[in-house]
Structures are given as structure tokens and as C-alpha cells.
DNA sequence: CGTTAGCACTCAAATCGGTCGAGTGCTAAT
DNA sequence: ATTAGCACTCGACCGATTTGAGTGCTAACG
């Protein structure tokens, strides 16, 4: 347990670093207003707290820095959330009243002004389908060859993926064929769909036209895959401006996995719910073992529906972004939450 | 005019510096296989080509590096196209041989393996609606107040946006609407939609239904802002490999921009068909004014469809990327047109 | 006993002078 | 016309020195 002293070394000790990018020393820290102490009590307080592994020493002549233990006992124990900026509420207010309408639009324009108010690289993973209904499915033919499949969710999110069509299948077995699914499918959550086409439709389908393995099979292919949320990204190039990634070396590796979709979706799959503060080496990923990312969930009634996430270096404004994210993704949940009614 | 000798050496001074990315000196010339004479005289030529404006010096003591005039005349002059390397056009006839189908996804992909295969940084602006035409429109009502629009171009290609209903719409009136609407607007080119729904749709309408006029304000809604293209990116992160951007704040500007898809859309859109080499300074926007951007237009059946485009350091490696710009370029038309039909 | 002044010590970063060598331009010989 | 020779230039590199911010330790102080 820490004494109050060393509690308030250690935030003055994180908030300098946090400002300045650079080594903190006992001299500066006992010339704050807020400290009665002479640099020689400070500098004992500062050998026993890195003997604990909250700070660490680049080298023996310079000031300390806080370790990713340092980091993490701040933001769980020290940190006071100031409010969000009155400037940056009103950026959201106005971005939520703009943005009722086209909310495909609106996760990635989440990510603009995320990355925006907070100069750091914004990562949202989009709305996810896998708990919204199918609202109607529709088979345009291009040619006799292949078609345009088109899946409406209630949330009103399209979808549309080319099939080809199974030889000797005419437009009024199609027409058939929609009308049929529409019938069944409407309604259902789109991680079921596939298991109730199976059980409801395949059956029926028989009935109607031949070829119906053929015609399943396109079917699949028409519904599968659709199910994956999107990854947005903004303010990538953020990350250059950070002193401590001024080397071109160390940011390829960041920049290279920003760029890798695949990546991102499973780094954001894994993570619960509510406000998540992974610090440094607590990140799975090796290429953001310097950075720390913060991440918000939102939801509709209950349902997990997507991630916001702020990815920056360890040395982060973890207050700012806290409040940020907290404020956004609970904006956000009750946005969706009254789309879904 | 150049002498022969001349153009000997630009081309031997061009191809060096490409390799190496430093400047080159007069002894490694005379050194090379096919050059006969001494450093001296190469010396001679130099100072020749550089009061032509085609080199220049870093400082008095070094070699030379083309200028931007010199690359140009190597572009226009020297240049050799060794045809495409064995290995890449596999790469690329597997790609088309497992595209075919999902084209949606083969913009994007095209775009990968262009990074890919050069090592730079690829732009491709996507297969442009500007020339298709209307394959078929739907409208979904999602509830009482909105409803989601559905175009789908006879590419294949599909868009969709959300609108709100007008009130006093039944769900009878819209179907009477799609319907009209399908049955005026299909095989119309997209960048005339516009103008026949005011033209010969207008009228019609009236004699179905009232409100008429804030109908037609949701079709033009619904069509409007539809016929832009997309713009594709892949290996942004590739130009941090060359050693003339290993400098942290040459290379910010020039990935922000690349953020920024309004302006690639600005540069790509001005572009006349065929293939275009813009040297550093040659490129409207300053950002890339250190590097060279090349790019190749596809289309089908003679209509521009769209643009690949590489972006690299001015020392690049030209006769490959033109190359294989010209073989993909070509290649894509192919496939679009055969598409068409 | 906790706190603090004083001081010797450490070490990265900046500064300086010197050397090295790749490359040039010019001149004179071939 | 070509080239060998040579003096010259100038960035890159190297090592030595200085500087200064910051520390740890000890002894003095209230």
C-alpha cells in the first residue's frame, strides 16, 4: 500500500511525463505548488516507488519515468476523470443531431471526430450484425449466368454480394425462391439464418424447383460472411507526431498492422464490455507493445453492438480519453437504442 | 539534342540512383561493363548535363542525382520496358482468374497486389458509376417515416442510402413509385438520372399521387451523391521503407493526404486516360511533391471506368511499374468488357 | 526521526577539432 | 577528343572534452 505522499508523487510524477515526453526529476516535481517537499525527500520517495516497479530510470543521471505498472496503478487508483471539454461535448452533440439519419456514415464519422478531439489513431469496429434481424432479401438477375443478392437488416444496414445462378433455373423460379425465403426468414437474427435455412427452407424448396442442392449452396453464399462488423480508422498518422516514435523503425510495425483489417477485428473481438485500459505489453499484439489502447463498447438493449477504441503510446492522456470514450459510447448506445424501436 | 553518349550516361546515372539512392560518381560509372571511357570524361558529360538541368549535386564534393527534369527525360526517352516479371504475372492471372465473380472485392484487391508487387504505395479509384447505367430500383420502407433506397447499376454494382418518407405516403403509392420508376429509369446512364427524373418522370407522377414535390425531393435523395467512386488504398506504409523518407516529418504529410480520400478523388479525377507519369514537382499537390505518381486508366467498352495508380519516391523504379501498370491496366479492361455484355 | 542541505558522482548529449575519402574541376600531356 | 594527374572541397566519421541535469549518500538540523 502506498502512503499518500508516494500516491501523490506518482500522479505528479505520470502527469508530467504525460505533458513533456520527457524524464521527470525531483527538482521539478518539488517546485509544483501543490508540493511542500525538498528535492532530496522527493528523490527517497522516488528510489522506494521504483523498488515497488511503479517507475523506472533510462539511465542513472536522468530523471524517472513511469513503468507499464506505474501506468496501470494510475489509472486505476490516481486518476480523476475531469469532465469532457465543453468544446468537444458540443462536437458530439452536433454529430449526433447531424447524424440520425445515415448511421453507416455515422460509425466512421464517430472515428473522425474521436481521432480529432483526441490527436491520437481512433479504431471503430462497426456496427455489428450478429444480433439485428433480417428485414428482406432480395435476388436481382444480371445476366442467366449471375445475380445481385441483397440483404436488408432492420437496422436498415444493406449488404449485397454477386452469386451465380445454378444452370436451369428460370426468373420465375427465382421470383418463387424469394418469395419463399422473405416468408421465412424475415425476422430472424442473422446468426441464425443459416441454421434456419436448413431446417425451414430446404424442405419447402424441394418442392417448388429441382436442383435444389444447387440452389442452397447459392443461397449460402448470398448470406454468409455478411455477418462481420467493419473496421473504421482515423487518424492513423496521429501516431507520428509522438515524440517517442519520431523512428521511422518503430512506427512501420504500428502503421503495418493498422493497415491489416483481419488483425484489428480479432484484437477488438476478444474484449468485454464497458471501458477497457490495456497498457503497453498487456496488449496481445506485439507491434503495440509501446502504445496503450482504450476501448468503449456500445450496445442497444442490451446487445453488444460495436467497439470505439483510441490507440496512442503508453504515454497517453488516459483521463481526457477516458471521459471521451465513456461519454461517446454511451451517447451512442442511446442513439442505437432508439433506432431500434 | 543529347549526344549519344550523353543519354548513355543520364541513363546510366538514372538507373544507378534508383538502385542505390545515392548520389552517383563518375568513377562507378567508367567502372560499369559497357562504358569504355574514363572518369574524366564522364566528369565532362556531367558538368554538361547538369548545366542542361537534368542533374544535380547535393554539395560541390559528391556525385550526381537526376532532377526532376532528368527524370522526365529518362521517362520520355530513355526508358526501357522489360516486360513483366514471370513471377507477377501469375500473381496477376490468378488474381483474375479467381476474381472474376466478386468485383466489388477485386478493385480493392487489385489494389493489394500492386503494393504488393512494387513495394510502393498503391491508389486505385474504384470502377466509376459515371458510365453505367440503372439496373434496377428498389425502395424498402424500413417503418412509417424511412425507408432504404436501393440502386443497382447494370455492373453489378450496388449502392444504397437511407430517406425519409414523406408523410401521407402509403405503402400502395410507393410500390405504384418503384414501379415507374423502374419502369423509366432502367438502362439510363447514371450521370443523366438526374435529368430524366425531372423530365419524364415528374409529369407521370403527378397523376398518381399528391405531393408530389416532396416525393421527387427523396428520389433525387435517393440518386444523388451515388455516382462517386471509391477510393482504394493499400501499403501506405511501404514509402517508410525508402531511405529518402526515413525522416519522420517528410513522410506525415504524405500519408495525411492519403487519409484524406476527398483529395485522392480531386488528383485521381483530373487525370487524362492512358497511362501518366507525374515527376515530384510535376503533381498538383504539394504533399507528394517529392514523389512521382504514376497511373493507368481501365474502362470498358471504351468508357473510363477507373484508375490504378502507384505512388513512390521520384527514384523509382519506373520501366517496372509502368510496365506492369500497362499490363494490369489493360488486363482489367478486358475483364470489365467482357462484363458488359 | 523525518527532512533537508551539501556534495561527489554518473552519464547522455552537445561541442569541437581533426582525419578520411569520395568526388570534383582544371590543366597539361597524349 | 581523351585522359592522367593533381589540388581542392566538403560531408561523414571519430574521439576527446565539456556541459548539465539528475542521482545517491551522508551528515546536519529541527
Redesign the pocket.
Known sequence: MLSE?QRMILTAIVDDYIRSA???????I?KRSDV????????????DL?ELGLLE????????IPSIKGYRYYVDHLIRLGGVKEQDARTMRSFFAEKMMHWEGAVSHAATILSQMTNYTSIVLGPEMFHTTLKHFQLLPLNETSAVAIIVANTGHVEHRNVSIPEGIGMDDIQKIVNLLNDKLTGIPFFRLKAVLHSEVANELSRYVDHCEHIMTMLEQSIEEETEPKVYLSGATNILTQPEFKDVDKVKGILDMLEETPKLMQLFHSLPEGIQVRIGTENALEAINQCSLITATFSADGQALGTIGILGPTRMEYGKVISLLNYLSKDMTQMYSRWYK
Request: hydrophobic fraction near 25%; glycine fraction near 6%.
Open positions: 505522499r520527457e524524464p521527470v526529476g525531483s527538482r521539478s518539488s511542500l517537499f525538498s528535492p532530496a525527500t522527493i528523490r527517497n520517495e522516488m528510489a521504483e530510470q533510462p539511465h542513472t543521471s536522468a530523471g524517472r
